[in-house]
């Protein structure tokens, strides 16, 4: 069975800040991996979507890495801003559905 | 594109009654997802519909959940009878296909409450 891991539970930190959100997950016969946000009370947003041919992604100051031999993906947030306060969400997609991480809860501090 | 649509945003309702949740997909995403959000035990995967079709319905938890797919812009997720350990946040999510690498399109989510 499939189970996804992410670390740490939360973070804190103070505007400006470079951080690294992990994501670990257990099967790597993988379609792809995908990064989502979620605020309070909404539903998920994709930020990144990693295919298993690739290494990483990048989008504005976003970027995904993905190691699949060692079950591993990083999400990187450079120069953090307030707004980007919210949980990021990992999620394998293996045999066409997707198994979720419980996610990281950001607090970005201005 | 309006994006996934999700009915009702909220349901309140008492112990044993019926709850039906309803989604819309995206024209043209080929997979239906729905899932359940709790703090205790995260994002599950109820079942999954591609074509119409129930895929995979192994994450459904007991017989009082169904979940039907009538045609490609509509699916229903009933709950009968409710109980308020089914109180949680419902999401409908589409997509293309993971094989096609499509990214995972989410809803706004129903928030059922069943005291």
């Known amino acids: 069975k499939q189970e996804v891991t992410q670390i740490p539970a939360a973070l804190s930190v103070p505007e400006g800040e470079n951080l690294v959100l992990n994501c670990s997950f257990t099967?790597?016969?993988?379609?792809?991996l995908q990064w989502f946000r979620q605020d309070p009370g909404k539903g998920l947003t994709s930020l990144l979507l990693?295919?298993?041919?690739?290494r990483e992604q990048t989008s504005g100051r976003l970027n995904a890495s993905l190691d699949k031999s060692s079950g591993r993906s990083t999400l990187y947030i450079a120069a953090s801003q307030p707004g980007d306060s919210a949980t990021y969400l990992c999620?394998?997609?293996?045999?066409?559905?997707?198994?979720f991480g419980t996610g990281t809860r950001l607090k970005v501090l201005a | 594109d309006a994006g996934v649509i999700q009915s009702p945003r909220h349901e309140v309702t008492e112990m044993g009654q019926e709850v039906t949740l309803r989604c819309k997909p995206i024209?043209?995403?080929?997979?239906l997802f729905w899932y359940r959000q709790t703090m205790m035990r995260g994002l599950e995967l109820l079942i999954y519909?591609?074509?119409?079709?129930?895929?995979?319905d192994s994450g459904m938890p007991e017989d009082r959940f169904s979940a039907k797919m009538p045609n490609a812009s509509f699916s229903t997720l009933k709950i009968q009878p409710s109980e308020p350990r089914d109180s949680a946040v419902y999401f409908c999510?589409?997509?293309?296909?993971?094989?096609?690498?499509?990214?995972?399109?989410f809803g706004n989510g129903t928030r059922l409450t069943v005291t």
């Open positions: 024209s043209g995403h080929d997979y």
């Open positions: 099967d790597s016969a993988i379609y792809n």
């Open positions: 990693i295919q298993s041919s690739q």
């Open positions: 519909f591609n074509n119409n079709v129930p895929i995979d």
């Open positions: 999510a589409s997509s293309r296909g993971a094989e096609y690498n499509s990214p995972l399109h």
């Open positions: 999620a394998n997609s293996g045999t066409y559905k997707y198994i």
